[in-house]
């Protein structure tokens, strides 16, 4: 009988051994070890595969007589394809296990004639989210004709029809917005106005973290601060345009703008997770870290990098934080906020604020207070709120919103926050912070 060793699978030496010699010798292999032969090779192969594809996320770009399909631009997420006679056969996978389900695509499509494309799209590990959108120029994006969209298979297989002309364009499950466009963001802001940026920390690969700041020029007395952070999830687009919107309406040249930057300390750091965004994960970092669960461990350059400013704030006798607010997507419009009976510095800022905004706000936009307790779970608003007692709020847009609405309600969303906040006592001091010792 021959014994076969069942090393690590990376170790093929075992294999060679046992094949050469019934080469050698012109026998059958035997059936035990051809089995155990095929099932290591997957094994093996599952695991570069895990590790080195679906981390990169590109496949090699497939093509037959109809067109041509590539990953090859930043943001992009295609993980196999292959190219039928008359169809096109892609995987999407995410970068690591277990994942959030956030199924991210991106991919490019090269037509060689006009026609109809199909396109079948297979989720290796969460079903349908993101309805796939079109776009030439990446810039201007269109929604592809839900009647071109078949679901099966529970979400986890979508078949695409695409009509298709001449010029090359993209597929994805949200509008693109990549790294350099929150660069030109920043460049464009604050060339008009004297704000500051400054780089907080880089990403695992390097990437530089930039918040924009803001000081009043009256420095004197108390310092209050507030903070706000955005893309921790890469294809949370929805939740990145407001951030935006929002971020303009606080730095614009409004009396209402202006009065509320002579008075509070502004961080705004957009984009934490660069890394994530350039490489089309679904949720993760480079580490195959859930940065909004590495609030507390932080464990993560992205997440060390805020802490950072979180720890100047606490070690300044004079300095306070106000609010956090962290801006997400999901199925709806929704602010995951503090129970209204739990105290927060200032008091009450949620529920004038929220009031506020729902005022002025029409039925267009529909929108949700969600109260959670502040729990272990290592997420920003959990670990602010306990560590600074201001409110922390998960801002949350739906991934379906009108995107003018998304805008729309951002700048009223801004206003009512900076109202509130300019009509908060000053001198209140965070309700978390322990008190002097005599
Ligand atoms: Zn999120």
């Not at 007395?221 to 929805?238: D, S």
């Not at 009065?259 to 679904?282: E, S």
């Not at 729309?408 to 109202?419: L, N």
Request: charged share 30%; net charge neutral; proline share 6%.
């Amino acid at each position: 009988m021959v014994r076969i060793h069942t090393k690590s699978v990376l170790d093929y030496s075992h294999w060679r051994r046992s094949i050469a010699y019934y080469v050698v010798r012109r026998r059958p292999i035997p059936h035990t070890i051809f089995r155990r032969l095929t099932m290591n090779i997957k094994l093996t192969s599952l695991a570069f595969l895990a590790v080195f594809s679906a981390m990169l996320g590109a496949a090699e770009a497939c093509e037959n007589d109809l067109a041509k399909l590539d990953a090859e631009f930043e943001g992009a997420r295609m993980s196999e394809c292959v190219a039928k006679r008359k169809s096109f056969h892609i995987r999407i996978d995410p970068e690591n296990l277990p994942i959030n389900p956030s199924p991210w695509y991106a991919f490019r499509v090269t037509p060689k004639q006009p026609g109809d494309l199909k396109i079948v799209m297979r989720y290796s590990d969460a079903a349908h989210r993101y309805r796939p959108k079109r776009s030439e120029d990446a810039t201007r994006w269109t929604l592809v004709d839900p009647d071109r969209v078949k679901e099966r298979r529970k979400g986890k297989k979508v078949i695409l029809r695409l009509a298709t002309e001449s010029s090359p364009f993209i597929v994805a499950g949200q509008e693109l917005l990549l790294t350099g466009a929150y660069q030109k963001w920043i460049d464009a802001l604050i060339e008009e106005a004297q704000f500051e940026t400054t780089v907080i920390g880089e990403s695992v690969e390097g990437r530089a973290l930039t918040a924009v700041l803001s000081a009043p020029e009256d420095d004197d007395g108390k310092k209050e601060h507030v903070l706000f952070v955005g893309r921790q999830h890469p294809p949370e687009l929805t939740g990145a345009f407001a951030m935006l919107t929002f971020l303009e309406t606080v730095f614009a040249d409004t009396p209402l703008a202006i009065a509320f930057r002579q008075r509070f300390h502004i961080t705004a750091a957009p984009l934490l997770n660069p890394d994530g965004v350039a490489h089309g994960y679904w949720r993760h970092n480079v580490n195959g870290v859930d940065l909004n669960r590495d609030w507390g461990p932080f464990t993560q350059p992205e997440t060390q990098a805020v802490k950072k400013i979180l720890d100047e704030i606490a070690n300044d006798e004079r300095s306070e934080l106000r609010l956090m607010l962290d801006f997400h997507s999901t199925n709806r419009n929704v602010f995951y906020t503090q129970f209204k009976n739990v105290a927060t510095t200032p008091p009450r800022f949620t529920d004038l604020w929220i009031a506020g905004a729902r005022e002025r706000l029409d039925e267009g936009f529909e929108f949700e207070r969600a109260e959670r307790e502040t729990t272990e779970l290592a997420t920003s608003k959990n670990y602010i709120h306990r560590r600074f007692g201001a409110p922390a709020i998960t801002y949350e847009l739906g991934d379906q919103t009108d995107r003018r609405l998304v805008r729309a309600s951002a700048i009223v969303f801004a206003e009512e926050m900076m109202e509130t906040l300019l009509a908060s006592d000053p001198s209140l001091e965070d309700s978390a912070r322990p008190a002097p010792a005599d």
